[in-house]
């Protein structure tokens, strides 16, 4: 890059990558900081993305094709003792609620994407700029040397993450158990979340699970044979799609929510740079709702069209221009916050009344039609046909 760049974004995962190529279209010059991965063994994550994020990567040419895109028309939610609810985009009269984007593919489609736009330059280190973009993940540290707090609050449970082919297909629903499992040392069952999501395709018989569990169940889980932990997750589900076979290994990783004291900021020692966080390094969800990338994708869309609408006279640094910016992402990432964790903490309380409360505010949650089709839309991104 002959000149200095406008924009350096550190961390180049897709949150960063996306946010590179679209300043790049705006004729912004962009130092793409691309550290070493620190990640082990193969990548067994799968995203749920809404509408709004599969524009955004259409328009890019980065949406991946098919078995890679996985179009979710139903998603089904149960309750620990006959509660459940059931979402479908033909209740909208659209034809999905969102799609399963198998994470390596489509960060390889926007490293391609990179590398031909000239505007982008990888590098290996960061460089000075009027703005300074930090995607590099909860852990990052970047936002930790620059005295930003981040405020977490730990769930009691980790996120169990692997690959399964199941004898029967998916047929394009998402799958979601709210159930309790035993925990070593402990007499009273614990909460637990089970998710089953599709992939591979129209069709498929290939799905992701995600098992929100306690800490203290892990290591059973991970001591158990392929065949011994396809059994118990089957038995856990109901042997909703008959028996599975597991295809990839077994992560895990805790479970935390948190955000951001603040999200924009200057630079040390100039008054001319400023930073702005986005994505995972400004705030962390519990997967349950399935948003975390939307909302970091989000964070990416709002920063751009702050930039396109800037005074013409405004430097990338200001700071009012900025705060535009923080103020918008801060209020739906607390309002989404706010839902995920509230969810999360009903469906942990043990006990008979708890139970009760649950399963029939999920029935009659089932049966409000207005209400539902609300919910529904905020699935597929907040802006799908309003039924006919």
Not at 229 to 258: H, N, S, Y
Not at 350 to 371: A, I
Request: with cysteine; aromatic share 6%; charged share 20%.
């Amino acid at each position: 890059m002959a000149n200095p760049p406008d924009i350096c974004i550190r961390g180049a995962g897709i949150v960063g990558r996306t946010l590179a190529l679209l300043l790049a279209r705006e004729r912004l010059r962009v130092a793409l900081v691309d550290a070493p991965s620190q990640a082990k063994g193969p990548d067994v994550r799968a995203y749920s993305l809404n509408s709004a994020a599969q524009r955004m990567l259409q328009d890019l040419r980065c949406w991946p094709d098919s078995p890679a895109v996985t179009p979710v028309h139903q998603m089904q939610v149960f309750g620990d003792h006959g509660g459940a609810l059931n979402f479908g985009a033909q209740d909208l009269g659209a034809g999905e609620l969102n799609w399963m984007v198998d994470v390596p593919v489509l960060e390889e489609r926007l490293a391609a994407a990179v590398q031909f736009q000239p505007l982008i330059e990888v590098l290996s280190s960061p460089v000075a700029a009027p703005l300074t973009v930090v995607c590099e993940g909860r852990a990052s540290q970047t936002r930790a040397e620059l005295g930003v707090a981040f405020d977490i609050t730990a769930y009691e449970q980790h996120a169990l993450a692997t690959r399964l082919r199941c004898e029967l297909p998916h047929g394009g629903v998402a799958r979601q158990w709210f159930t309790w499992g035993q925990v070593p040392g402990r007499t009273q069952a614990q909460a637990e979340i089970l998710a089953l999501l599709p992939l591979g395709g129209e069709g498929g018989h290939e799905v992701a699970l995600v098992w929100s569990v306690h800490p203290l169940r892990v290591p059973h889980l991970l001591g158990l044979s392929e065949q011994e932990f396809a059994d118990e997750l089957a038995q856990a589900c109901g042997i909703a799609l008959g028996p599975m076979t597991v295809t990839a290994e077994r992560a895990v990783w805790p479970l935390q929510l948190a955000r951001a004291s603040r999200w924009i900021g200057e630079m040390p020692g100039s008054s001319k740079q400023a930073f702005v966080l986005a994505g995972d390094a400004a705030h962390a969800l519990h997967p349950l709702a399935g948003q975390g990338l939307n909302v970091g994708l989000a964070d990416v869309a709002e920063l751009v069209r702050v930039i396109q609408g800037k005074e013409f006279w405004r430097p990338l640094h200001d700071a009012k221009l900025l705060r535009r910016y923080e103020r918008a992402r801060q209020a739906d990432v607390q309002a989404m916050g706010w839902v995920t964790d509230g969810l999360q903490r009903l469906f942990a309380q043990p006990g008979p009344v708890w139970q009760n409360l649950r399963n029939w505010g999920m029935r009659g949650f089932d049966r409000s039609g207005p209400l539902k089709n609300w919910m529904t839309r905020q699935a597929m991104g907040g802006d799908a046909p309003s039924a006919h």
